[in-house]
């Protein structure tokens, strides 16, 4: 029965359960005005405006109250240099919603170099990673009449000129052309004007492919250089270059582990996450390279870490092109620093750090192949968002912006601590408290991480949290477990497939030291996670359930027996390992959440939360975890949003409101006395 998405019987057992969760935590008198403070600061207009670098202005894409679908915006480049930006909006997706009835959520533009006046707008619909694309005229701000239209669906799509895409999808034939995964994995050129059944193949994968997708990057004169990525799984690739006077494919000879990519001049730079060998030169897992598109067998080193550094996640702004050099964002211990890399004559690359504040994030969030300046954005716990402009001419980076405190931070304080988990591993963990807080076992305390994919997790301001959370008197924990990358590709590696305890282990060695050290307790602690952290709270929920009081598990993983067959699940075989192999079906049938729940076995009353659109891990995992503890008779607090995708959420209204009352249990299970 909830196992149909959208099955009657489903949505029916869904509406109780929300009921009932919405009725005893929106009731608890405190619900109102956590929901009214998070919604302000979530529609604050003093959010920072994060750029996008677009046809010689600066874009963004906002919301408030009074666009809460949002708005394309744009101004020159001097005004967002100044103190009083004038924006000028470009597309309202609020009108375009109210007219075709539709809960529309963009995912971005595609532009075609280098006037960029040409876009492919992503709309999806509630949030899903499904999407449709329009074509849309920067020069008049219009969708282009009888123009470039791809209809919903799992895809990408790059421009090869004006008149030409490359596009990977479901072709609409006879057969399913998507991979296991639920995605593409046959790419084609579609001229201006065919339909998708006249579009020309000019690559094709395997369906047992996780997904095949095109790529382009510009050089500085705007030419496009297109490659075709082929995603085997999750983390191995081959890469193809694309020549579009003939249509024909050369392999471009790079490891299968590589995340990060950019282009320049006429080199295509990316981060190692495997020992690579070119040139009969090693490049260690963690460098980045850079191979020259004319001459693949010429390979140069930009970086190699040491020991306890590592880049940042190449796929959240590590490592970005402009037209004057390299930036690179570089971690020691998990603290930030930027370098700027010129390339010289000779091949070799000279490198210049900045030194960032201490217990921050960075990321590059804007850059330009035809400019020389680039956008970063640093974040901490309690400092919030800041952009900083990078001029990579002459090697700088200065504060242009930095956001006002959504909440009180003035008697906050960070702190890394580190723990030892049950192999030895030193893990590392940030703590934000109260400066005066006493350590006698009873602070209040939220404890977080994720350890998966290889995805740092990296201080980050969450307004919802000091609001809720940190005002409050609540102290909020951290953890850099195994599984990500934090350390770099052997972080990651040490916790995939059955070493995927070491990750559970490490967690709850954070725990213990929180224990130790007399911060909290297990009356006292309370844990969340989202997605793969879900899976993480699913396991320490089962496997340690006395050392917790409380349990936030989100859009979670949970039925690992058969997680491969559910929405997009197949392609994180790469990370859990596929079932059908024996030892790992073993490890899971101990550790699967949903399967080692057990009757007479004293449970905490966890929140666990979801939405119905989410077309990435899927409603069903959190449903059945809901069911059977139903069967068991174990109380919970169960909230899936009929809208938001993998988000959970789509809107600024509908993260207020769950985010209060996530708040309110958190509260009522750890902060009040009459609970304790």
């Not at 004057?324 to 210049?352: A, C, F, T």
Request: proline letters at 4%.
């Amino acid at each position: 029965m909830l196992q149909q998405v959208d099955g009657k019987a489903a949505l029916d057992w869904i509406k109780t359960e929300n009921s009932r969760t919405q009725k005893l935590l929106s009731s608890d008198p405190r619900y109102q005005s956590l929901y009214e403070h998070i919604l302000q600061a979530e529609q604050s207009p003093n959010r920072l405006a994060i750029p996008v670098q677009m046809s010689g202005e600066i874009w963004n894409f906002w919301q408030d109250r009074q666009h809460e679908h949002g708005i394309w915006r744009s101004t020159s480049e001097e005004s967002f240099n100044t103190k009083n930006v004038i924006w000028k909006t470009r597309f309202d997706l609020d009108l375009l919603a109210r007219q075709e009835k539709t809960n529309w959520v963009t995912q971005g533009v595609i532009c075609l170099a280098p006037q960029e006046k040409f876009c492919l707008m992503e709309l999806s619909d509630a949030g899903e990673d499904a999407h449709q694309l329009r074509e849309f005229n920067t020069s008049n701000d219009r969708f282009v009449p009888n123009g470039f239209f791809l209809p919903n669906g799992k895809q990408d799509a790059v421009w090869m000129d004006q008149n030409h895409l490359i596009v990977s999808r479901d072709w609409g034939d006879k057969t399913s052309q998507l991979t296991s995964s639920g995605y593409p994995y046959i790419v084609k050129m579609l001229a201006r004007g065919e339909n998708l059944n006249q579009a020309k193949e000019i690559f094709r994968g395997s369906s047992q492919d996780m997904m095949v997708a095109p790529l382009v990057f510009q050089d500085k004169n705007g030419a496009p250089v297109i490659l075709i990525e082929r995603h085997t799984d999750f983390f191995h690739s081959q890469l193809w270059l694309l020549n579009s006077t003939t249509l024909l494919v050369h392999r471009v000879p790079v490891p299968e582990k590589y995340d990060g990519l950019v282009y320049l001049n006429g080199r295509l730079v990316f981060h190692l996450l495997q020992d690579w060998t070119a040139d009969n030169q090693l490049y260690p897992a963690d460098s980045v390279v850079a191979i020259d598109l004319r001459n693949f067998h010429h390979v140069e080193r930009v970086i190699s870490p040491t020991r306890q550094q590592t880049i940042g996640d190449g796929e959240n702004g590590a490592i970005a092109a402009t037209s004057n050099g390299l930036i690179v964002v570089l971690y020691e211990n998990v603290q930030p620093r930027l370098m700027l890399y010129k390339r010289s004559d000779n091949g070799s690359w000279h490198g210049q750090g900045i030194t960032l504040p201490h217990n921050l994030s960075a990321s590059v969030i804007s850059s330009d192949v035809k400019t020389k300046t680039a956008y970063v954005e640093l974040e901490g716990f309690i400092q919030p968002p800041q952009i900083w402009k990078v001029d990579t001419a002459n090697q700088s980076a200065s504060l242009l912006y930095k956001q006002p405190d959504l909440f009180d931070a003035s008697d906050l304080r960070v702190e890394q601590f580190f723990a030892n988990s049950k192999d030895g591993t030193r893990i590392p963990y940030f703590i934000v408290h109260k400066k005066n807080w006493q350590l006698k076992g009873r602070n209040p305390t939220l404890m977080t991480a994720y350890g998966g994919f290889g995805l740092s997790y990296l201080p980050v301001y969450h307004s919802d949290v000091g609001i809720s959370w940190l005002n409050r008197g609540g102290v909020y924990v951290m953890a850099n477990i195994r599984g990500g990358g934090e350390f770099g590709p052997s972080w990651h590696d040490s916790a995939r497939y059955t070493g995927r305890q070491k990750a559970y282990d490490d967690f709850a060695a954070v725990a213990q030291d929180l224990f130790k050290r007399k911060i909290t307790s297990p009356q006292k602690i309370g844990i969340r996670g989202r997605s793969n952290g879900g899976l993480l709270m699913g396991v320490e929920y089962t496997q340690h359930p006395s050392w917790w009081s409380a349990v936030v598990i989100g859009v979670p993983l949970l039925d690992m027996l058969n997680y491969e067959h559910m929405a997009a699940g197949a392609s994180w075989a790469a990370e859990y390992g596929s079932v059908t192999i024996t030892n790992i079906r073993h490890f899971w049938e101990k550790t699967s959440p949903l399967h080692v729940l057990k009757a007479g076995e004293h449970y905490p009353e966890p929140f666990i939360f979801t939405s119905t659109k989410d077309d990435r891990v899927g409603p069903v995992h959190a449903r059945l975890f809901a069911a059977r503890l139903q069967e068991l008779k174990v109380p919970f607090y169960y909230y899936e949003d009929v809208e938001g995708g993998h988000a959970g959420t789509v809107n600024a209204e509908e993260v207020a409101h769950e985010r209060a009352m996530e708040a309110i249990y958190l509260s009522q299970k750890l902060m009040d006395t009459s609970q304790k």
